[in-house]
């Protein structure tokens, strides 16, 4: 999670549901600690220690593992079924495919699979088309796939692609954060994407282990950290966060790290990346989800992402994705539609 902690938005959203199924939520959750931070119109973030707590109650109230947010309830204990029919597997690619079926089987995302393209891999978690279900029962599905798989072959999974299948919130700066990744919304599915190596990982966990994360549950899937562990994935954080029409130099990044530039550069050589690189995937990730938005022009895109002049943000796009951007967004329009 962030290191301020977990988003209040994602606990309001699931404290709500449950007033609205008649529980007396406050009650449940008296401690004067705890109910003021949720509930303050300045608070943004609580801490993972409250997020645990408040997690736990919710699940008591609601008798529900996604807090009746869901295509249909999912029993207390289902998530430990799940895990340990994973935990025997061989692999990774083994536990993924028995995470979607089980997935599909238990939770009411009857339409969930595994993906394997190439040097590609992308896990699905989609229900029925005339199924609701609630931003927040997909968001805590999609932490899930990715938190857990990693913890059981003890290797951070970081993600290539991210996918929600619903507009983009007013808070969804929050998602890096949390998966690291800015997603794209208004998919056809949500999905999580990396690269399919990790496929090969052996599941190095063992029973006595899960036991013990199941007893600890909600606490390490929410301290968890996949990502931002690395120099790269610390710089890409720090130009995310940052004004876009005017990106940082590595100079200014290096010194939002405490370390001086040349040591940056070095760690990045390391990890097989440089500086230029993150900076051009991230420009790349922010264009892509734009055109599939379309909610700006094209020269409106090219002036938000710092560009001299909307020619020079074309032949970067053309470049990074391999066709122009009115040709991108057309195709993706019609891929939408169909």
Request: charged share 25%; hydrophobic share 40%; glycine share 6%.
């Amino acid at each position: 999670m962030s290191t301020n902690g977990v988003a209040v938005q994602f606990l309001r959203a699931a404290i709500a549901s449950t007033e609205t199924a008649g529980i007396d939520v406050r009650r449940a959750l008296r401690d004067p600690s705890l109910w003021p931070a949720l509930t303050r119109p300045n608070a943004s973030h609580v801490s993972c220690e409250q997020t645990i707590r408040v997690m736990r109650v919710l699940w008591r109230l609601t008798g529900d593992e996604l807090l009746r947010l869901g295509p249909r309830p999912v029993p207390p204990g289902t998530f430990r079924m799940i895990s340990l029919g994973l935990i025997h597997a061989p692999d990774l690619r083994t536990a993924l495919g028995r995470l979607v079926e089980f997935a599909s089987i238990t939770t009411g995302y009857t339409r969930s699979r595994l993906v394997v393209d190439g040097s590609g891999c992308r896990i699905e978690i989609a229900a029925e088309p005339a199924v609701e279900v609630r931003p927040l029962a997909t968001e805590i599905m999609l932490a899930l796939v990715h938190r857990f798989p990693a913890w059981l072959v003890a290797q951070r999974i970081p993600i290539s692609g991210l996918e929600l299948p619903f507009p983009e919130p007013h808070y969804s700066a929050e998602y890096a954060p949390i998966f690291g990744r800015t997603p794209s919304f208004d998919a056809p599915v949500a999905s999580i994407s990396f690269d399919a190596r990790h496929l090969a990982a052996p599941v190095v966990r063992e029973e006595r282990e899960l036991l013990h994360y199941l007893r600890r549950s909600p606490t390490d899937l929410i301290h968890q950290r996949d990502y931002g562990t690395t120099t790269a994935d610390r710089v890409r954080n720090v130009l995310e966060r940052g004004d876009m029409s005017n990106w940082a130099r590595a100079d200014d990044v290096a010194a939002r790290l405490s370390i001086s530039a040349q040591h940056m550069r070095r760690l990045l050589r390391q990890e097989g990346t440089t500086f230029h690189e993150i900076r051009e995937e991230l420009l790349r990730d922010i264009a892509v989800a734009s055109l599939q938005r379309g909610r700006e022009s094209i020269d409106e895109i090219s002036h938000r992402l710092g560009f001299s002049e909307p020619s020079a943000f074309r032949r970067a796009f053309t470049r990074w994705v391999g066709s122009p951007p009115g040709e991108y967004r057309d195709r993706h329009a019609l891929t939408v539609r169909g």
